[in-house]
């Protein structure tokens, strides 16, 4: 199986079909879990519980504080043994809640489930917000917030795509829970206050398309309907997806052109909170590529330590510091140096490949970065920028409307990492802004 990619029909073998044919596994650690309390551009929390407090699943541990603060929940029964800073995914280490895990596995409510067939607006908003729920996308961004003024929204769209290469999650969580996606769906089109809502599958899993069809049918779901999108990527990246399911173009926010994107995982977690009370807890998470063993989608509870998860998945083919850890897929994700790393809120993915080391080359000016480029940018030009140390040009190049797809640098003949530098161009450019 393979991707098609944009005007030079380049391919990318997606390799989907490692994991997509295999049942789920569910995994749980033997002894602790190290839950993140980063999520996004959050780092600090406000910790609700004391060190030697007995913890269920769905106990609330902490308040993130941030402009949008969410509250975390536990994802095992144990013992809170207080915080820790250890490697993170996102490159730097972050502070931890540690919890020793019993033998007992309690669970409990999270929050009393809410009727979304008579809440008010407000009532919903309030109840996501409490839910903890951040958006399964990649982004971690609390998923209230899209929520808050929906009077310019007419239509939301549900990514379904799940265009990386290897991963296969969202393919296997709706298929496993497929009336309770429907149910999601459902609970997110009535607090967007919208009629129109379009699924986004790539064509080329006709039967996952099927199966939300007739659970659209069997539900009578009214406005709700799946449409199926070309095999391309980077298909799934918000901007691509809607620009196909709607044929709008927007500056920065999908509001803009009254849209409100979510994530398919997002609205099976949105479902299990209004109707059983459960806050986000267990993952489903897809371990792929040719440096395990065993690769297959698994749920695993939020913490449990990736290290420990492909131990008990039969471990890597070879030492892990001969192999490629990456944590997403290999286009957008990011190399760890460490499989320390927990799982975190927002991860769908980790992906060890053979490590191959290509020695970067000179650019021979081919373009094929620009001509891949979904957002039409000159990634060479904002590369060469960043080498130059020059923002100005950085910023005149549109650095900051990359979507990190990572096409760049896969196409390049010349093995430059031109992504990496379009990444730095963006830092560069945010700590600029901050600055002033
Ligand atoms: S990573 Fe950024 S610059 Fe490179 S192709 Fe994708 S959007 Fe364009
Ligand atoms: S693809 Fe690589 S070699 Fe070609 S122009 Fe871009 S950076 Fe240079």
Known sequence: ?????????????????????SDAKTLMPKKTVYIPVFAGPVTQAEILVNEGDHVKVGTKLANTKSAFPVPIYSSVSGIYKGTVKRPHNSLKPQLHMVIDLDEIQESQQAFPPLDWHSASHEEMVEFTKNTGIIGQGGAGFPTYVKYQNVEKIDTLVINAVECEPYITADYKCIMDSVETFIHGVRILQKMAEVQTVKIGVKVSHPDLIDYIKQEITRE??????????????????ERTLIRTLTKREYDRLPGECGVIVNNAETAILIARAFEKGEALSKKYVTF????????????????????????????????VETLKLIAGGPMMGKAMVSDQISIDR???????????????????????????????LQPVRISNAVKANDAVEMEKRGAMLCIECGLCTYVCPSHIQVTENVRKAKRTLQMKAKRK
Not at 9 to 20: A, E, F, M
Not at 220 to 237: C, K, Q, S, T, W
Not at 290 to 309: A, H, Q, R
């Open 220 to 237: 009578n779901a009214a406005g709700i309907e799946v449409v199926g999108v070309p095999d391309v990527y980077p298909m799934g990246a």
């Open 346 to 376: 927002a991860m769908n993915a980790i992906t060890v490949l053979k490590n191959e080391n290509y020695e970067e080359m000179t650019c021979m000016r081919c373009g094929r970065c620009t001509a891949h480029c979904p957002m039409g």
């Open 1 to 21: 199986m393979s991707l098609l990619l944009g005007p030079m029909v380049q391919h990318i073998p997606g390799r989907k079909d490692l994991t997509d044919h």
């Open 288 to 319: 792929s590529g040719e440096g395990l063993k065993y690769p297959v989608n698994v749920t695993v509870p939020v913490g449990m330590v990736v290290s420990e998860i492909i131990e008990q998945l039969g471990g890597y083919i070879e030492k």
